[in-house]
C-alpha cells in the first residue's frame, strides 16, 4: 500500500552538490524510518543514511561530513543533500521506507525504483 519514488538525480562534477528526494505515499499509519542505500556496477547495495520518525539520523563513515538527511516540510517526505561529490559517488541510489515496531524491529519495508547520481572527474 506503500509506494516510495526518488528524484534529482543526476550529472555533477566532482566537488558540486545534488539533492535527491524521497516522497512515500499510500496507507501510512504506523512508526516509519527512512533510509539511503546506493548501489554501484557489479557492487552490492550499502547504506549510507537513515533518519527515524523522531528526526534521529545516522550516515556510513564513506558519506559523513558530506550528505545530509532531513525531513521536508512535506508529508513523507525525505531529502538527501549530496555536497562535495567525489567520483566514487556514482552509483544508483535508492529510498527506502521501514515500518518498525516501538523496539525498532521491521515491520515492512519498502524500496524506490532508485534515481542515478553521476559524478564526473
Known amino acids: 500500500q506503500v509506494q516510495v519514488v526518488e528524484s534529482g538525480g543526476g550529472l555533477a562534477q566532482s566537488g558540486g552538490s545534488l539533492r535527491l528526494s524521497c516522497v512515500a505515499s499510500?496507507?501510512?499509519?504506523?512508526?516509519?524510518?527512512t533510509g539511503w542505500y546506493r548501489q554501484s556496477p557489479g557492487k552490492q547495495r550499502e547504506w549510507i543514511a537513515g533518519?527515524?520518525?523522531?528526526?534521529?539520523?545516522n550516515y556510513a563513515n564513506s558519506v559523513k561530513g558530506r550528505f545530509t538527511i532531513s525531513r521536508g516540510g512535506a508529508k513523507n517526505t525525505v531529502y538527501l543533500q549530496l555536497d562535495n561529490l567525489k567520483p566514487e559517488d556514482t552509483a544508483v541510489y535508492y529510498c527506502?521506507?521501514?515500518?518498525?515496531?516501538?523496539?525498532?524491529?521491521?515491520?515492512?519495508?519498502?524500496w524506490g525504483q532508485g534515481t542515478q547520481v553521476t559524478v564526473s572527474s
Open positions: 533518519i527515524s520518525d523522531g528526526g534521529t539520523t
Open positions: 499510500g496507507s501510512m499509519s504506523g512508526v516509519y524510518t
Open positions: 527506502n521506507v521501514a515500518e518498525i515496531t516501538v523496539s525498532g524491529t521491521l515491520v515492512e519495508e519498502f
